[in-house]
């Protein structure tokens, strides 16, 4: 699942990447545009509510482009993501 907030008042957007933690086989984080692809810099953190997530803050109206890293090197994309591409997900904040 992924969640969009916007504040119009600072003209951010804050995406919020969510997995059921179920799916999950291992450590995952969500790699993209807004942490330069860099592996581990936003882990997904297990919530009590039985999923992990991770969120970032972006200047509204940006298009990001994201994949879940998870263990063993497995990159996976959001069903949920605007559009999937052949480089991955792709989210209009």
């Avoid at 699942?1 to 957007?13: I, N, P, Q």
């Avoid at 790699?31 to 039985?50: C, E, K, Y």
């Amino acid at each position: 699942m992924l969640k969009k907030t916007r504040s119009v008042r600072a003209g951010t957007a804050t995406l919020t990447f969510v997995l059921p933690v179920p799916d999950l086989d291992g450590p995952v984080s969500v790699v993209g545009t807004f942490n330069d692809w860099t592996p581990g810099a936003h882990p997904l953190r297990r919530r009590s509510n039985g999923t992990a997530s991770a969120s970032v803050v972006v200047p509204a109206g940006s298009t990001v482009r994201f994949r879940y890293l998870g263990s063993q090197g497995r990159w996976f994309d959001d069903a949920d993501a605007d559009e999937i591409t052949a480089e991955g997900s792709v989210v209009r904040a």
